[in-house]
C-alpha cells in the first residue's frame, strides 16, 4: 500500500488559479482522470487531495471529487479562519456528498505579509474549532514563518499540524540555517508532522539531484522520525521538475527501505485516519 499525502487538481473552465504564471507549463487542466494512470503505475493506491486556492467552493467541489474517484481518501480543505462560525461551516461541509472525506484544513499563510498571522486571536479561535472537529491543520509557510508555526502548534497541543514541503526550505542557495533549526524546535513539539513533499519545486530550475536535496530530507527525518513523516506527491506542480514517477523514485531514494512503510502508508494513513 502506497499513499500519496499531498497532490491538488483544477479545471481552468471552472475557476482560474491567480497563483500560476501566465507562460507556465501549469497553466492548463490537471484532473483526477490525469492523475489516476500516473499514481496506478506508481503503485499508489490512496491520495489526500489539497486545496489550491482561497475559495470556499473548492471544498466542496473537492468532496464530491473523493465521493466519484476512489483514488482520493482524503481531502485537505479552506475556510476562512479569520472569520466566526468556523465550527458550524466544518459541520456543514461534512452533511455535505463526500463530506466523510474532509480531513484537514489549510490556507495559503505563505501568501500572508504578517509573519504572525497564525498567532492573530481569531485565527487560533478557528483552529481550535479545526481540533474539535478532530481534523488536522496543514502548514504551508515560508521558512521565515517557522517559529510562528511552533508557537501556534504549542498553543494548541490539541491540533495536529503538518507541514506541508518541509516548510519550503532554501534549497535553490543550499543553506540549511535558520531554516533547519525553525524546523526541529517545531518537531519537537509532539502534534506535530512534516511531509516529504515539494523539494523539487524548491532547487532552482532544472538543477535538482538526490544529494543535493539530501540534506533537507535527512533533516527532518532526524526530526520529525519517520512516524511524523509522510510522502506525498505535489502533483502537478512537481511536473515542471519531474515526472510523478521521478518524485516517488527520488522519495525512496531519500529515505531508504527501512522507513518505507510508515513513510509511504502508516503515517499518512494515522494522521489523516484515512
Same mark, same amino acid.
Given at each position: ?10 479545471? %481552468?473552465? +471552472? ?6 504564471? *501566465? ?7 490537471f484532473t483526477v482522470k490525469d492523475l489516476v494512470p500516473e499514481a496506478r503505475a506508481a503503485g499508489v493506491d490512496r491520495t489526500v487531495l489539497v486545496q489550491t486556492v482561497t475559495v470556499a467552493e473548492e471544498t466542496e467541489e473537492f468532496l464530491a471529487l473523493a ?5 482520493? =481518501? ?6 476562512? #479562519?479569520?472569520?466566526?462560525?468556523? =465550527? ?24 500572508? $505579509? ?9 485565527? @487560533?479561535?478557528? #483552529?481550535? *474549532? ?5 481534523? +488536522?491543520?496543514?502548514? +504551508? !509557510?515560508? $521558512? ?11 498553543? %494548541?497541543?490539541?491540533?495536529?499540524? !503538518? #507541514? ?6 532554501? +534549497? ?5 540555517? $535558520?531554516? =533547519?533549526?525553525? !524546523?526541529?524546535?517545531? =518537531? ?16 532552482? $530550475? ?6 543535493g536535496l539530501r540534506p533537507y530530507a535527512d533533516t527532518v527525518r532526524d526530526a520529525f522520525g519517520p512516524d511524523r513523516l509522510m510522502f506525498g506527491s505535489d502533483w502537478p506542480v512537481c511536473t515542471t521538475e519531474a515526472t510523478y514517477g521521478d518524485v516517488l ?18 503515517? *499518512?494513513? @494515522?494522521?489523516?485516519?484515512?
Amino acid at each position: 500500500m502506497t499513499v500519496d499525502a499531498h497532490h491538488h487538481v483544477w479545471d %481552468l473552465s +471552472v475557476r482560474d488559479q491567480d497563483w500560476i504564471d *501566465a507562460h507556465s507549463p501549469l497553466r492548463r487542466d490537471f484532473t483526477v482522470k490525469d492523475l489516476v494512470p500516473e499514481a496506478r503505475a506508481a503503485g499508489v493506491d490512496r491520495t489526500v487531495l489539497v486545496q489550491t486556492v482561497t475559495v470556499a467552493e473548492e471544498t466542496e467541489e473537492f468532496l464530491a471529487l473523493a465521493a466519484d474517484h476512489e483514488l482520493i =481518501a482524503g481531502v485537505v480543505g479552506w475556510t476562512d #479562519l479569520t472569520r466566526p462560525g468556523v =465550527a458550524d461551516e466544518l459541520a456543514r461541509l461534512r452533511e455535505l456528498p463526500g463530506g466523510q472525506y474532509l480531513k484537514g484544513i489549510r490556507h495559503q499563510v505563505q501568501g500572508e $505579509p504578517d509573519p504572525e498571522w497564525l498567532l492573530r486571536a481569531d485565527v @487560533r479561535r478557528s #483552529l481550535a *474549532a479545526v481540533a474539535d472537529a478532530d481534523l +488536522v491543520y496543514d502548514l +504551508v !509557510v515560508l $521558512p521565515h514563518q517557522l517559529p510562528a508555526c511552533t508557537e501556534a502548534a504549542a498553543s %494548541l497541543p490539541g491540533l495536529t499540524f !503538518v #507541514l506541508d514541503h518541509l516548510g519550503k526550505p532554501p +534549497v535553490a542557495s543550499g543553506a540549511l540555517e $535558520p531554516w =533547519a533549526s525553525d !524546523v526541529r524546535a517545531l =518537531a519537537a513539539l509532539p502534534n506535530t508532522v512534516c511531509k516529504l513533499s515539494g523539494l523539487v519545486s524548491e532547487a532552482a $530550475p532544472g538543477s535538482w539531484t538526490v544529494d543535493g536535496l539530501r540534506p533537507y530530507a535527512d533533516t527532518v527525518r532526524d526530526a520529525f522520525g519517520p512516524d511524523r513523516l509522510m510522502f506525498g506527491s505535489d502533483w502537478p506542480v512537481c511536473t515542471t521538475e519531474a515526472t510523478y514517477g521521478d518524485v516517488l523514485d527520488l522519495a525512496r531514494d531519500l529515505i531508504g527501505a527501512e522507513d518505507h512503510t510508515q513513510i509511504f502508508e502508516t503515517t *499518512a494513513t @494515522r494522521v489523516y485516519d484515512l
